[in-house]
């Protein structure tokens, strides 16, 4: 059976470290022929900075290629309902698509953002899971309403920033911070998934219980705690949360009960710009890391003291991604170490 890596809830703790194990090799000795021979096909239906980079790099590093695929521009739109008539811009059916490529790939990623209509249609991750199904080679994630990715590069900078694999009993607050306009709900339900899943003491620090995140995360961060032996709790308590934490990670997402209705949310929204991790907040911590997955609003989402403190992981887990996702793409094409 065709193994693919679109969530980390799929994945046991060990078999995670395995993949963060081998890319700390990767890192230490980059050039390896691991995927000589081998293609992947990333396909983008949304714009990338890093990810497109690190899956290229790593591809290359590897001996491998990869060809990007972006659908409706340089590549033809794709239909994902079942039984429709094809009669709008889409040419070509996902069923057809995935199976194509699959014939000429040995894995295929994929990177597909929420359309902010309707979160009942959105959490369905229909895009992907549609490649998974008909696709006959790995897929990955590479950010849908997850990004697992991003949670095996941030695990990856805070064992290297620990100088240990065992994070257990680590306080770290995951925080919403302000933003102009509501983003992805992805980087904090995966951070939720991979800080309980390493046994951390997890606090979701967040305006107010509209910002909560989908239950089926809050779920899973609750189940992963209590079999790592960590904690999970919603706290509105901005000096409370803060106090005495050793990992602090910021990010931005839109309330889920007014999704499709922006408008409505954003006063709320406004009104929260005190959010941000400033140095005032950080003082309150045990000297705490302060991570991002990035792009991010300097002195909008975090300060510049902030970003620019010898705490910040903001460069180490963006380059993370890189050798992670090489560790990652050797495993599923059955070359890794």
Request: net charge negative; glycine share 6%; with cysteine.
């Amino acid at each position: 059976m065709t193994r693919h890596f679109i969530t980390t809830q799929d994945w046991s703790y060990d078999e995670l470290g395995a993949i963060l194990d081998h890319a700390a090799e990767l890192k230490a000795d980059p050039l390896q022929p691991l995927l000589a021979g081998k293609t992947i096909a990333l396909v983008f239906f949304n714009p990338s900075l890093r990810t497109r980079t690190s899956f290229e790099v790593g591809a290359w590093q590897m001996g491998g290629h990869a060809v990007v695929l972006e659908p409706g521009k340089a590549a033809w739109p794709i239909e994902f309902e079942v039984g429709t008539v094809m009669d709008d811009v889409a040419e070509e059916h996902v069923r057809e698509a995935a199976r194509v490529l699959s014939r000429y790939c040995d894995l295929i990623a994929v990177r597909c953002f929420p359309k902010f209509q309707d979160w009942s249609v959105d959490r369905q991750d229909t895009v992907i899971r549609a490649f998974a199904q008909h696709a006959d080679v790995p897929v990955v994630n590479m950010e849908t309403i997850s990004h697992p990715c991003q949670e095996l590069a941030h695990l990856m900078a805070l064992r290297e920033h620990f100088g240990t694999c065992d994070l257990k009993g680590k306080k770290y607050v995951l925080t919403w911070t302000y933003h102009p306009k509501p983003l992805n709900t992805a980087v904090a339900n995966s951070a939720a998934m991979i800080a309980t899943k390493a046994g951390m003491d997890v606090t979701l620090l967040c305006p107010d219980e509209r910002y909560r995140l989908d239950e089926r995360y809050m779920d899973y961060a609750a189940s992963n705690a209590a079999e790592s032996g960590g904690s999970f709790a919603v706290s509105h308590d901005i000096d409370a949360a803060y106090s005495g934490a050793d990992v602090v990670y910021a990010k931005s997402w839109g309330a889920l009960p007014f999704f499709g209705k922006w408008e409505e949310e954003k006063p709320i929204r406004d009104a929260n710009k005190h959010f941000i991790v400033d140095e005032r907040k950080m003082g309150l911590t045990n000297n705490a890391a302060f991570s991002h997955c990035l792009p991010a609003r300097r002195n909008i989402k975090a300060t510049d003291a902030v970003m620019d403190s010898p705490n910040s992981l903001i460069i180490e887990e963006a380059e993370n991604r890189l050798h992670v996702q090489k560790a990652l793409m050797a495993a599923l094409a059955g070359s890794g170490g």
